[in-house]
């Protein structure tokens, strides 16, 4: 077993539900501590070289999480608010890539019919047009990092995990 680090206090943890166990324990090992490390690092790397692989479309990933936000979107647009909650970025982060995007011909703001005080963001052609180039080869890039270096039981188990960690930030009230 690996050597036990005092790094949390879980007061008024709930004991039942998944991870359950984890919860209820007040110190991590170094092992788990390790895995954490993994985790940030394996993340970290992988936005990197996919990021890197947007570039060569002209697309940063801030880009293209926008312009795929924007193109799920009722009628190709969404007010300016919503689209940073659904992205959870600040709106001053959002006001400036919008910025960026908007002189660049990737999407148009416009005042809120609705509501004077807002803004909606609506997808360009241009920009429908640069996500749809984009797309295909970030869907293979995903694949070739993400998706071949795993197995179907793999991916099984990731996505319990997955859902273990949504749930427990739930329960915890941390959306």
């Not at 890197?52 to 801030?62: F, N, V």
């Not at 609705?114 to 869907?139: C, K």
Request: glycine fraction near 8%; hydrophobic fraction near 40%.
């Amino acid at each position: 077993m690996g050597k036990l680090i005092d790094v949390s206090t879980t007061e008024g943890a709930s004991s039942d539900g998944p991870g359950a166990g984890a919860a209820v324990r007040r110190r991590m090992t170094s092992a788990e501590l390790a895995t954490w490390r993994s985790l940030l690092d394996t993340t970290a790397e992988l936005r990197r070289v996919l990021g890197a692989e947007l570039q060569e479309a002209s697309l940063s990933p801030a880009d293209y999480q926008v312009l795929l936000a924007l193109s799920e979107a009722n009628g190709k647009r969404m007010r300016s608010s919503e689209l940073a909650r659904t992205i959870d970025w600040e709106r001053s982060r959002l006001s400036h890539q919008l910025g960026r995007m908007e002189r660049r011909g990737l999407i148009r703001r416009e005042d809120c019919a609705a509501d004077s005080r807002g803004a909606e963001v609506t997808l360009t052609a241009e920009g429908a047009q640069v996500f749809r180039r984009a797309t295909a080869p970030h869907m293979r890039s995903i694949k070739r990092h993400f998706a071949d270096a795993l197995t179907p039981d793999q991916f099984a188990a990731l996505r319990g995990i997955l859902r273990s960690l949504q749930h427990h930030r739930i329960e915890d009230g941390r959306t």
